[in-house]
Nanobody
Framework: QVQVVESGGGSVQAGGSLRLSCRAS????????IAWFRQGAGKEREGVGA????????YFHLSVKGRFTISQDNANDTLYMDMNNLKPEDAAIYYC???????????????????WGQGTQVTVSS
């Protein structure tokens, strides 16, 4: 049974940084697309970034490109998203999602992912 668990949310001031973690277990293939989505209050869930574990190629939404990075810790089956220079508009619940195969990033679509974490809150104050 596949499980996805996020951690690392919190509250920061604008310009600050946070690291989110996503740990997956129970998967049956090492070639996976792992993505981060976020949903702000009253907004649709949107894709923020993704990485294909087979190659390590990462994709970022234009709104976070240059500020967010994604890295893998394969020994611990954990994915990290480092969020720097956070802005109030980055505040949202962040979700980690996973599915097998390559990432479809044009754009990232929540319907492409079967496995989701419970979400972690990120608050950014101005």
């Amino acid at each position: 049974q596949v499980q996805v668990v996020e951690s690392g949310g919190g509250s920061v001031q604008a310009g600050g940084s946070l690291r989110l973690s996503c740990r997956a277990s129970g998967y049956t293939s090492s070639n996976r697309c792992i993505a981060w989505f976020r949903q702000g209050a009253g907004k649709e869930r949107e894709g923020v970034g993704a990485i294909y574990t087979g190659s390590g190629n990462a994709y970022f939404h234009l709104s976070v490109k240059g500020r967010f990075t994604i890295s893998q810790d394969n020994a611990n089956d954990t994915l990290y998203m480092d969020m720097n220079n956070l802005k109030p508009e980055d505040a949202a619940i962040y979700y980690c999602a996973m599915d097998y195969g390559h990432c479809n990033t044009a754009p990232l679509r929540k319907g492409d992912f079967r496995y989701w974490g419970q979400g972690t809150q990120v608050t950014v104050s101005s």
